[in-house]
């Protein structure tokens, strides 16, 4: 009857065990087309069926696929999908549809809503919080996948109640709050996204595409998933994710085994032995010495087994040191005879030595346990690291393998466009230089534009985005190359500069205000200071009031007071004059000698031109 228990604890530790170790990956896919109170969307139910599909063949446990739904059918299908996922490791949901941003929130838009005034939003849509709260629970990856930063159709005709309330064009930029928490925009925040030209939008055919490659870690997914949505929308749609993910890598597909990979030939003799380790009983040891007779494991079995029988040996040592002290004592309360108390004496201190030889030993084979129980678990580990060695070991190669062939592949097209070229080179007059990948066809104005753009973005550049790459362009770029440490050429604006300061997230050129404004983040605000403070020179506050500047003027009634006194003094008689005359509502007389006269202005109702005599 020993073994088949064995057995039957054996079966449950595994479904214990496997049930603990399991990954679970669930997900909810919503494309919302058939709008009612505006034009229909061709793509979102495509990309639903499409993007639920990918999640099937990836092995996904649950995936739930829901189109056109209302308000009330949103709401029910997040409810349910909520209680289907709380023992989820991995929860995903997938949206397809509008969406809008009210005041820095971004909400989902059901097909009946009408939004006809801003505050429709809080009744007749989804806060994207809604979404975040229903994958809570998930114990490893809360990943969001929002198609939804197509043009707001309800901007045009939404009423504001308050005019300051802000309706931005896509979808706003989010922090989540939760650990382990991703949310992919197809468009970054302020941009919109493209329907595409065929059924499915360039968003979702990317992420069908990256996301279920298994072992690939999300955030160089989603990384590709940006490259493949650029390239096709002409680098004018950028997916975006925000979040934060931890250390380690975290695919959506588990990775493969690898190929030439071999398991541990002790495998399941360590496993049985761990099983055996939790029990903790003689009946455990026993059965599995009998599995497993020989070996390093037996060993440590057997070792197991004697520092059970030590505490076996122990536990009956203390019962008998107690029966004898019971005797004792009986003994002496009963009176008996000096003979009977001494052996009842002489017996319970030798179940007294017993005892104590019995915790010795105890001690000792417990000692001994944990000693084997620590080769064990070394070895073991030498093992495992002797495995993956092996398995990185033949990783390298087959990688090595892999470049040598790509190199071979690589040298073989050198060769024949070299030799293409040298049949061609008396009709077409190149430069001797391979052939460079291909860029997006875009017209030079165009690229300039990006490239502009980019650099006021990463705040090197303040002017315009006309398309005109002039001086303040290249000025503009050369602050690039020096914050950022790089060493385009400023005189064009070319995909490779472009690509570098796309791949900027944030400020490279510091912000750099004007007198009485201080930065902050990424604007310049105005300096205030407290009263009795005024603003110095140095942009700092300082005590004291501010002195204004007064402007002045000279004072026309001292210009007019020293003309009247000029014209009333007599004049002398001299003798020689420079030949000058001065005139005067008095009348004329000439200029004296060594003067002369200048012409002067002084301010009335308007500026008015009189003659004065000047002596030096």
């Not at 000693?371 to 093992?383: G, I, L, N, P």
Request: hydrophobic share 40%.
């Amino acid at each position: 009857m020993r073994t088949p228990r064995w057995f039957f604890l054996i079966f449950l530790l595994c479904l214990t065990f496997g049930s603990a170790h399991a990954e679970r990956r669930v997900a909810l896919v919503i494309g919302n087309s058939a709008y009612k109170s505006v034009p229909k969307l061709a793509n979102p139910v495509n990309d639903a069926a499409l993007v639920g599909g990918m999640f099937r063949n990836a092995g996904f446990d649950l995936v739930e696929i829901k189109t056109d739904l209302n308000i009330a059918e949103t709401r029910k299908a997040l409810r349910e999908f909520g209680l289907r996922s709380r023992d989820a490791d991995i929860a995903v949901v997938y949206y397809a549809g509008h969406g809008i941003e009210v005041d820095g929130i971004n909400y989902l838009v059901p097909t009946d809503a009408a939004l006809e005034v801003d505050t429709d939003v809080y009744d007749e849509a989804l806060p994207l919080d809604r979404i975040l709260a229903t994958i809570e629970p998930a114990k490893q990856l809360r990943l969001v996948i929002l198609d939804a930063c197509r043009d707001n159709p309800f901007a045009g005709t939404m009423k504001r109640t308050v005019a300051s309330r802000s309706i931005g064009r896509g979808l706003a930029k989010v922090e989540p709050s939760s650990p382990n928490t991703m949310i992919a925009f197809a468009a970054k925040a302020g941009s919109t996204a493209s329907d595409g030209d065929s059924k499915n939008s360039p968003f979702a055919i990317a992420v069908v595409e990256r996301l279920p490659k298994p072992g690939l870690d999300l955030r160089k997914a989603f990384g590709f998933v940006r490259d493949d949505v650029l390239r096709s929308t002409a680098y004018h749609q950028e997916p975006y994710v925000y979040g934060s993910l931890g250390g380690e890598d975290l695919s959506l597909v588990p990775a493969a085994p690898a190929v030439g990979a071999q398991a541990d030939p002790q495998e399941a003799v360590r496993r049985d032995y761990e099983f055996a380790l939790q029990l903790g009983t003689r009946d455990g040891w026993t059965v599995f010495l009998t599995q497993y007779p020989d070996g390093f494991y037996a060993g440590l079995a057997k070792g197991q087994l004697n520092k059970i029988a030590a505490e076996e040996a122990r536990a009956e040592a203390v019962d008998k040191a107690r029966q004898a002290e019971q005797e004792k004592a009986r003994l002496a309360a009963d009176r008996a005879n000096k003979v009977e108390q001494e052996k009842a004496a002489a017996a319970a201190k030798a179940a007294e030595d017993n005892r104590l030889a019995a915790e010795k030993a105890k001690r000792v084979e417990e000692a001994k346990a944990a000693e084997a129980e620590q080769r064990r678990k070394e070895a073991e580990a030498a093992v495992a690291k002797a495995l993956a060695e092996k398995q990185a070991a033949e990783t390298a190669l087959a990688d090595s393998i892999a470049r040598e062939k790509a190199a071979a592949e690589l040298a073989a097209q050198k060769q024949a466009a070299t030799e293409t070229k040298d049949k061609n080179d008396n009709a077409m007059k190149v430069a001797d230089l391979p052939p460079t990948p291909s860029q997006p066809s875009l017209s030079p104005q165009e690229t300039i534009k990006l490239v502009q753009s980019e650099l006021r973005r990463v705040g090197c550049m303040t002017g315009a985005t006309d398309g005109d790459w002039s001086n303040a362009s290249q000025r503009s770029l050369t602050l690039f190359n020096k914050f950022a440490g790089t060493k385009f050429d400023t005189k064009l604006a070319s995909f490779e500069a472009l690509d570098a300061i796309k791949a900027r997230p944030g400020r490279v050129c510091p912000l750099v205000c004007e007198h009485g404004f201080r930065a902050d983040g990424d604007t310049c605000v105005k300096i205030t200071c407290r009263a009795n403070y005024h603003l110095n020179g140095d942009n700092e506050c300082e005590r004291g009031q501010d002195k204004k500047p007064v402007a002045t003027r000279e004072s026309p009634k001292g210009a007019d007071d020293e003309r009247k006194q000029v014209e009333s003094t007599p004049s002398k008689p001299q003798a020689r004059s420079s030949g000058q005359m001065i005139c005067s509502s008095a009348g004329c007389r000439p200029v004296k000698p060594g003067c002369r006269i200048e012409q002067r202005k002084y301010f009335s109702t308007s500026a008015t031109n009189f003659a004065t005599e000047v002596c030096d």
